[in-house]
């Protein structure tokens, strides 16, 4: 259809902390934090999180949605395939499946 759109990184500024999605050591320390409008107790420095916004033809940027923790998962397309696989994820902790590729 011809559409286009920019994707944009949060690397390197505050945006993650902002919508609490990241955790300070201190945080991670004391053993708890706000994560999805409630307390958690971080089994990691960040955690799953999406934000949508909208910028008029006046250049005002607007926050027109977030969602986090499962609600993140309609975004991520493997898990669509790992579900379907017999032991599924085969989770053991929130994520722990998942590994850097050199870590295999």
Same mark, same amino acid.
């Given at each position: 259809?011809?559409?286009?759109?920019?994707?944009?990184?949060?690397?390197?500024? $505050? &945006?993650?902390? $902002? &919508?609490?999605? /990241?955790?300070?050591?201190?945080?991670? /320390?004391?053993?708890? %934090?706000?994560?999805?409008?409630?307390?958690?107790?971080?089994?990691?420095?960040? *955690?799953? =999180? @999406?934000? *949508?916004? @909208?910028? $008029?033809? /006046?250049?005002?940027?607007?926050? #027109?949605?977030? #969602?986090?923790?499962?609600?993140?998962?309609?975004?991520?397309? %493997?898990? %669509? &395939?790992? $579900?379907?696989?017999?032991?599924?994820?085969?989770?053991? =902790? #929130?994520?722990?499946?998942?590994?850097?590729?050199?870590?295999?």
């Amino acid at each position: 259809m011809g559409w286009r759109f920019p994707w944009v990184s949060s690397q390197g500024s $505050d &945006f993650n902390r $902002d &919508f609490g999605v /990241a955790f300070s050591e201190a945080e991670m /320390a004391g053993g708890e %934090a706000v994560y999805n409008y409630g307390s958690v107790v971080p089994p990691v420095n960040e *955690l799953q =999180g @999406c934000s *949508l916004f @909208c910028k $008029d033809e /006046a250049g005002q940027v607007f926050h #027109t949605y977030s #969602t986090y923790a499962r609600g993140v998962e309609s975004v991520i397309g %493997a898990f %669509a &395939f790992l $579900d379907l696989a017999p032991k599924g994820r085969n989770e053991d =902790g #929130t994520m722990s499946w998942v590994k850097h590729h050199d870590r295999y």
